[in-house]
């Protein structure tokens, strides 16, 4: 029997790091220590408070039968309660929020409750991949922005072509950014609702993963400026490293919410109950999200100080647990990662994460490292770097 894949999976690219994992197995091999910045999935523990109380909730909840789709009342109202807190935001818990399995699933299944077949989706680039292979899926076109250095990594509209513009019907932004570590500023949030308004455009904001991970000024929330046109995408997976268990939520405007509750309904059938209950502990939690935050601001200086210490630019990010680290003028990004193996420290070369928008891989000249080794690996990584580091560029 032949087994033929449809076209669409068969459009799916290559995998970029082959070459890499490659080198970094034959390193294993020769018993180096590898110390992987490459995937951003935390190595830190999930809080002991959401664990001890698993069992607890899962045994209330021992009665059989589904989970509602758009989420319990309960864990709705506690994500209203969680961003009046945080960003002084109203929110109906009823009409303007819905659960999701994660923010990928929530992201990837987004455009079919907006998007036909032929139209456009403005994604930014780099960015988290689902942005694009959501719209793909629906057989949607996509239209690239590059997210540049001397833009602060904000978009810059007055590179998205007019008649683009017009025809769009999403724009996805990300900020707090992964992967430049950048936030939005208000400013700059008030001319994209502007933009948005005047075209026409729905703002998918995925804003909500990496928010409660800043060293300076606290993150806005683009709910803040404007719900009107607006759906903004939260998840607990780094808040407070429940990556496992699949749970977060959307909220604003009550219309796109509706539309986004029909996907769901006919997707999946919603996020254990249990995992609800313990996610409202989480959004409750500020003591733990403070330690965590504190956790990866020192991570950060470390590999800051290792990385200026032989001459390279500290990056202008100030949130997220990312850097997105500038390389030597003689180097692309793949070159620099490759050096890195050979101290055995995996980084991300941003030109395999970023697409190529208006002539140029905005991800040529930058690696991204995720801070997610624990403090101890930082800190051997940092003492390689410093070692040998400067007389190897």
């Known amino acids: 029997m032949e087994i033929k894949y449809s076209k669409l999976i068969n459009k799916t690219e290559k995998y970029a790091f082959a070459e890499i994992n490659r080198k970094v197995s034959d390193l294993k091999q020769k018993g180096v220590k590898v110390i992987d910045f490459g995937v951003g999935d935390p190595k830190s523990p999930t809080p002991d408070f959401i664990t001890n109380n698993l069992s607890k909730f899962a045994k209330n909840r021992n ?5 509602s789709y758009i989420g319990d009342i309960n864990y709705r109202k506690t994500c209203a309660n969680y961003m009046k807190r945080e960003y002084n935001v109203d929110l109906n818990p009823e009409t303007e929020i819905s659960s999701n399995i994660g923010s990928k699933e929530a992201i990837f299944n987004f455009p079919i409750g907006f998007v036909n077949p032929g139209d456009i989706v403005i994604c930014p680039t780099p960015a988290y991949p689902v942005y694009k292979t959501g719209t793909r899926f629906r057989n949607a076109e996509i239209h690239f922005t590059p997210l540049l250095e001397k833009n602060n990594f904000l978009i810059d509209f007055a590179l998205i072509p007019d008649n ?45 993963c990496y928010n409660d991970i800043y060293f300076k000024e606290k993150p806005i929330s683009l709910l803040e400026i404007q719900k009107e046109g607006v759906i903004t995408f939260y998840s607990l997976s780094k808040r407070s490293n429940m990556t496992g268990y699949r749970v977060g939520f ?66 202008i990010g100030d949130a997220t647990f990312y850097l997105w680290q500038k390389v030597p003028k003689n180097f692309n990004s ?26 140029i891989n905005p991800g040529l000249q930058f690696v991204r490292l995720a801070l997610v080794p624990i403090i101890e690996e930082v800190e051997e990584a940092a003492k390689r770097i410093k070692d040998n580091l400067k007389n190897m560029l």
């Not at 997707?267 to 209950?277: E, K, L, N, R």
């Open 334 to 359: 793949i070159k620099f990662a490759e050096l890195l193996i050979e101290l055995g420290i995996i980084v991300t070369p941003g030109q395999l994460i970023s697409d190529e928008a208006n002539g």
């Open 250 to 315: 959307v909220a604003g405007d009550e219309r796109i919410i509706s539309g986004f509750k029909k996907v769901k309904t006919n997707i999946d059938s919603g996020t254990p109950t249990f995992i609800q209950d313990v996610a409202c502990l989480a959004l409750e939690d500020q003591v733990e999200v403070a330690k965590m935050r504190e956790e990866y601001r020192k991570k950060r200086e470390i590999m800051i100080d290792a990385l200026t210490s032989c001459g390279l630019e500290a990056p």
């Open 164 to 208: 683009i513009s017009k025809q769009a019907k999403i724009i996805w932004t990300n900020y707090p950014n992964s992967p430049t570590g950048v936030s939005a500023t208000r400013e700059w949030l008030q001319v994209l609702v502007s933009w948005a308004k005047h075209y026409n455009v729905i703002i998918a904001a995925d804003e909500g």
């Open 63 to 67: 009665t059989s039968g589904y989970p």
